[in-house]
């Protein structure tokens, strides 16, 4: 009988690494950008895949030596999903092309996946201070503490930094990492997927720089601030529905016990139900909950379906790895 062989993460030195960078109208930096992560990673391809710029950043990235690829869809989302979709290597590093991430910290962000302890770094730019020192966007910090204050209350994961655009990733990771948001809830998306997963998450610090002169973020604080509530919220009833339902359930039957016990009480001493409307409505929001407490238990079972074959995907993409060498 031939003897197991387990999977082991392929040496750093003998994988190939696919620097992601997704742009949009990022003529200013993305040639520093390019030539950083070249000089950093000499043996990684650097991919970029134009956003439809409108400033001649694919031909820079191209004059630069990046592969150049274009995606229509706008949203920064809709690059992510094209990239994993068609960039095959061992390992994954995506990158903003604004300049904001160093290239230096890349083979610290790589090694963690080298070595079997992660399947994703997070690149850090909060725990060293350099973040609230360079950014000058108040309201960016706060919306990052408060996305990480609710994965955090939802998941029981503390991210160091969630809304970072600087990562690496596994190969399996990527090939099975499903990605539905659009835009610039992307980030939030996959930080959920990984942890829900119980994906092997490693956060490494880095020196976050902001912005050079003439460089503009494309991110809308307010507006890109809710699609990312929206988008957790939507996660939390996808990836949770148990907890999800449960909790409408829960407030529904509440609100309705603090209407119809009153009456309940009433007819006990009288007999009588002079208020009727009210225990209909006492009664129509405990079935409510009664309903909704239902649904979270069909659709729990439908997500632990989801999850089994999630893990079997999985283990015949490490199969393919191993097959591969």
């Not at 994954?92 to 790589?110: C, F, I, K, N, Q």
């Amino acid at each position: 009988m031939a003897s197991p062989v387990c999977f082991t993460p392929k040496p750093l030195n003998q994988a190939s690494v696919a620097v992601l960078v997704p742009c949009y109208n990022e003529s200013v930096t993305i040639a520093k950008v390019v030539d950083d992560f070249r000089a950093a990673l000499p043996g990684a391809t650097i991919y970029v895949y134009d956003n439809n710029s409108t400033d001649g950043t694919a031909d820079i990235a191209r004059e630069h030596g990046a592969v150049v690829h274009v995606e229509p869809r706008q949203g920064k989302g809709n690059v992510v999903r094209q990239m994993f979709r068609d960039v095959d290597a061992d390992y994954y590093l995506m990158v903003d092309g604004d300049d904001t991430y160093p290239a230096e910290a890349a083979r610290s962000l790589l090694e963690p996946l080298a070595n079997g302890t992660a399947d994703m770094t997070v690149g850090d730019r909060l725990s060293n201070g350099t973040y609230a020192e360079e950014n000058t966007r108040a309201m960016h910090g706060f919306g990052n503490d408060l996305v990480r204050w609710l994965i955090k209350a939802i998941y029981g994961y503390a991210f160091d930094d969630v809304m970072t655009g600087y990562r690496g990733f596994t190969r399996a990771f990527v090939k099975t990492c499903p990605v539905l948001s659009p835009g610039f809830q992307v980030e939030t998306e996959i930080s959920i997927f990984a942890v829900d997963r119980r994906w092997r998450i490693v956060d490494v610090p880095i020196d976050y720089r902001d912005r050079p002169e003439g460089s503009v973020s494309k991110l809308d604080t307010v507006g890109d601030g809710v699609k990312v509530l929206s988008s957790i919220a939507s996660l939390f009833k996808e990836y949770r529905p148990m907890a999800f339902f449960g909790l409408f359930a829960a407030l529904l039957v509440l609100v309705g016990l603090v209407v119809g016990i009153p009456v309940v009480a009433e007819f006990a001493r009288t007999g009588l139900v002079p208020r009727l409307p009210t225990a209909v409505v006492a009664t129509a929001l405990c079935g409510c909950g009664a309903l909704s407490l239902v649904c979270g238990l069909i659709l729990e079972t439908t997500a632990k379906a989801a999850r089994k074959q999630w893990e079997l995907d999985v283990y015949r993409e490490y199969e393919r790895e191993m097959r591969d060498r």
